[in-house]
C-alpha cells in the first residue's frame, strides 16, 4: 500500500494567494483527518471527515479554511486568503474505524507564507 | 488545563538505558491510547496502541495505561540512538474518531 499521499511537499506563497493542499488516504479507509503543526502548538486537528461528510470541524480557525472530501479517494484544504500566521506543516491522516481508528499519516506539506 | 500533557524534555539517557516517557489526560472517559515517534522534519508514526490497564509489550517497547490514575506511559529498553525522536501520546475521546495529542517529549539517546 503507498500510504496516504500529500501534495505538495513544500509550499511558498505570498500574502493573500490561495493555496490549496491534497490528500489521498489509504484505499479502504473511511475517515480521514487534517492537522497543523506549528512549534508553538504543537499537533492541531483542523478537521475530519467520516465516509466523506465533515463530522468535526471545530479546529479551523477561521472562516480562510475550507475542506471538502468530494470521494473517498480524495481530500482537499484550501487558505484563501493565506496570511503569515498560517505557516507550519500540514498533515493529513486516513483510519479504518473497525481497526480500533489507528490513524496513518502522511508526509505533509510545508507551507511558508511570506 | 490541556487535555493532554507531556514533558516537552529533552530526556536524555546513555545508550543501553531504560527511556520512560510519560503521560497524562484530562477526559476519564477516554478509551484508547497512541504513542507516535515523530523524527525531525517527518510525519508522525505509530509505535504502540493500548486499551486496557496494565502493560503491553511489543519488542523493546512496554506501553503501560493507568485508567484510574489517569496515566498512560511508554518505555523503550535498550535505548538506542536510533530511538532519539520526539513521543507524541495521543488519546482518543469518548464519542470522537478524532486524537488529542500531546504536545510530545523529545528523547536523546547518547551514544
Known amino acids: 500500500d503507498a500510504g496516504v499521499i500529500q501534495s505538495p511537499r513544500h509550499e511558498v506563497t505570498e500574502m493573500g494567494q490561495e493555496v490549496t493542499l491534497r490528500c489521498k488516504p489509504i484505499s479502504g479507509h473511511n475517515s480521514l483527518f487534517w492537522y497543523r503543526q506549528t512549534m508553538m502548538r504543537g499537533l492541531e486537528l483542523l478537521i475530519y471527515?467520516?465516509?466523506?461528510?465533515?463530522?468535526?470541524d471545530s479546529g479551523m480557525p477561521e472562516d480562510r479554511f475550507s475542506a471538502k472530501m468530494p470521494n473517498a479517494s480524495f481530500s482537499t484544504l484550501k487558505i484563501q486568503p493565506s496570511e503569515p500566521r498560517d505557516s507550519a506543516v500540514y498533515f493529513c491522516?486516513?483510519?479504518?474505524?473497525?481497526?480500533?481508528?489507528?490513524?496513518?499519516f502522511g508526509a505533509g506539506t510545508r507551507l511558508s507564507v511570506l | 488545563q490541556k487535555e493532554v500533557e507531556q514533558n516537552s524534555g529533552p530526556l536524555s539517557v546513555p545508550e543501553g538505558a531504560i527511556a520512560s516517557l510519560n503521560c497524562t489526560y484530562s477526559d476519564r472517559g477516554s478509551q484508547s491510547f497512541f504513542w507516535y515517534r515523530q523524527y525531525s522534519g517527518k510525519s508522525p508514526e505509530l509505535i504502540m496502541f493500548i486499551y486496557s490497564n496494565g502493560d503491553k509489550e511489543d519488542g523493546r517497547f512496554t506501553a503501560q495505561l493507568n485508567k484510574a490514575s489517569q496515566y498512560v506511559s511508554l518505555l523503550i529498553r535498550d535505548s538506542q540512538p536510533s530511538d532519539s525522536a520526539t513521543y507524541l501520546c495521543?488519546?482518543?475521546?469518548?464519542?470522537?474518531?478524532?486524537?488529542?495529542f500531546g504536545s510530545g517529549t523529545r528523547l536523546q539517546v547518547q551514544p
Open positions: 491522516a486516513s483510519s479504518l474505524t473497525r481497526t480500533k481508528n489507528i490513524q496513518y
Open positions: 471527515f467520516n465516509n466523506n461528510v465533515p463530522i468535526d
Open positions: 495521543a488519546v482518543k475521546n469518548t464519542g470522537r474518531r478524532a486524537l488529542t
